[in-house]
């Protein structure tokens, strides 16, 4: 055992790399692509470091060109889990005491390997299993998640480090344990760093994990899973299981070791996993940490002090990017009557030089979403739209699924501002505008204020700095991430800790330590160095 004690210094963001055209990183992307695309792979379980197969199969099939099938997939069910859970118990006393430098530098390492040795295969997994762009891959599935490693292991020195004061004669301390019991992490497919976050931050705190990543996802998860296995994280600390939602989620919500979740995914499924929770109380040991981030209904509101080319630009990355799949993305506009002229003009112009198509020719900003369920969930809004009497498609509005689900980026303007696109979430390419009076700036803050039961991200432009004050003391609890003139995506880990409220969720902000210290149960510990002999106090004389 070291008798240092040891820091971390303060990590730096990882830089992006461009792809330029001509790059060298461009170059060993492309290879990447095709090396993933020539080989179909079968991926298991991995249950206490043993890769388990079930025969139970799924498919990974690439989004832009969905006849390719890129894996299959073995799927876990009660059986599987409960083998899980085993592990993760048999592995939970090692770990929790390991020293905490140690399981730190694991993590560490894990980040050094994918900056280094597997950017390239997890970025070209993440855009042909996932449909992202190389910029949008680079973004997620390298650099946020490296910050995700760095940062969290720095988060935890400082958690570690809080201590409380002490009297003369008293040495007070406190642990920072475990809690007792596996977590259950439950990942979407849009961003593999999420990913990655989900199952390795309750990790790095000490806790075992059940790791269920999203079927449309398996894909980049089994990479991860690969680079913490070469980082060095030992068997059953981290247990791959995926598999439906009812096969995997009912026998982990139904284990007596159960003790948190940290989930992403549909508001619908958190809202039934906090029930199930409560209603399962007194089967576990413990009241579960109950950790998630949901949906989004995000908003873009503009001032008429607003500068129209920094609108334009916002609104066409914050709804478009990765088409409109981030639970931040742009998905409604308030826009004043006297610029909307003119905001219209630039903003169906500029749509029209997207290019859509596959990510694979680096030139195409659009790709398809990510399968046949989410194409029909949003051409069904689609053609809600076409057929209302009540708002007009001003760019866009194609669907087509016959090689991918390609779906254009549309613009569709509202006649009141509770149409149904503007009040549900659609998780596409889909932006709805609403215009409003000038004069009607504080009332439409209000509408845009309770018009959604979701609270996540929100931007606000204006070069009127009593206009902004007035948004951000109207909007204080609409939205966990609030923006001034800037897209309400795009949070980098260290920067801008990410997570809303409302129907959004915990808000208990990823990249951060807030999101670290519900992975902790604390133990108080005082010790008296001359304790009393004598049962009588002072003021008995």
């Known amino acids: 055992m070291s008798n240092a004690i040891f820091s971390i210094d303060t990590p730096k963001n990882e830089p992006v790399l461009s792809y330029a055209p001509e790059s060298s990183e461009r170059t060993k992307l492309k290879d ?22 079930t025969g139970n199969m799924g498919t990974c099939r690439v989004p832009h060109d969905h006849g390719h099938t890129l894996a299959t997939f073995h799927k876990a069910g009660a059986k599987e889990v409960a083998m899980a859970a085993d592990a993760a118990r048999a592995a939970a006393k090692e770990w929790l005491h390991m020293p905490w430098q140690e399981r730190l530098a694991i993590f560490r390492k894990a980040a050094d390997l994918l900056a280094g040795p597997y950017r390239m295969k997890l970025n070209a997994a993440t855009m042909l299993g996932q449909g992202k762009n190389a910029m949008q891959a680079e973004i997620d599935s390298a650099c946020e ?8 292991t ?21 642990e920072y344990r475990p809690l007792e019991g596996f977590v259950f992490a439950v990942s979407p497919f849009n961003f593999t760093a999420i990913a ?12 075992t994990v059940l790791w269920k990543p999203a079927s449309t996802a398996v894909y980049s998860g089994h990479i991860i899973m690969e680079i913490f296995k070469r980082a060095g994280l030992p068997d059953g600390v981290i247990n791959f299981i995926p598999g439906s939602g009812s096969e995997v989620g009912t026998p982990v919500m139904n284990h007596p070791d159960f ?12 809202k039934n996993i906090w029930t199930t929770a409560a209603k399962n109380l007194d089967l576990y040991g413990c ?6 981030e949901t949906g989004g209904k995000d908003f873009i509101f503009v001032h008429a002090s607003a500068d129209v080319d920094a609108v334009c630009t916002a609104m066409i990355r914050g709804a478009f990017e990765y088409q409109g ?13 006297s610029m909307w002229g003119d905001l219209k003009t630039k903003l169906t112009k500029t749509i029209a030089t997207i290019k859509m198509g596959s990510p694979e020719d680096f030139s195409n900003f659009v790709n398809a979403v990510i399968d046949k369920n989410a194409f029909d969930t949003i051409s069904s809004y689609i053609d809600f739209a076409k057929n209302s009497d009540h708002a007009e498609i001003i760019a866009g509005g194609g669907c087509d699924d016959t090689t991918g689900y390609f779906i254009e980026p549309t613009v569709i303007v509202a006649e009141t501002p509770d149409f149904k696109t503007m009040r549900e979430e659609i998780f596409g390419p889909v932006l709805t505008v609403f215009i409003y009076d000038d004069a009607d700036y504080d009332k439409t803050l209000e509408i845009c204020d309770s018009t959604s039961d979701y609270a996540l991200t929100g931007a606000v432009f204006a070069t009127d700095r009593a206009a902004v004050i007035k948004a951000r003391k109207v909007l204080t609890h609409a939205a966990g991430n609030f923006y001034i003139n800037d897209k309400p995506t795009g949070a980098v880990v260290g920067q801008q800790p990410f997570g809303g409220a409302r129907a959004s969720g915990t808000n208990d902000k990823a990249g951060s330590p807030l999101n670290l210290y519900r ?3 604390a133990r108080t510990i005082k010790e008296t160095f001359v304790p009393p002999t004598d049962y009588r106090y002072p003021f008995m004389g």
């Not at 009241?287 to 998630?292: C, E, F, M, T």
């Not at 799949?325 to 009557?337: D, G, N, T, W």
């Open 145 to 152: 998640l490296i910050d995700f490693l760095r940062f969290n």
């Open 325 to 337: 799949q981030k639970c931040s993305a742009a998905s409604r506009a308030y826009v004043p009557a």
């Open 196 to 207: 990655g976050n989900l199952c390795s931050s309750p990790a790095m705190m000490g806790n």
């Open 32 to 53: 990447a692509i095709m090396a993933l695309r020539s080989q179909e792979m079968e991926i298991p379980l991995v249950i206490g470091g043993k890769a388990v197969k």
């Open 287 to 292: 009241y579960p940490r109950i950790v998630g």
């Open 519 to 521: 992975w902790v149960s």
């Open 154 to 174: 720095y988060y935890a020195t400082q958690i570690y480090k809080d201590q409380p004061v002490s009297d003369p004669g008293i040495w007070n301390q406190l």
């Open 259 to 270: 003790a948190g979740v940290h989930f992403t995914g549909s508001t619908r499924v958190f």
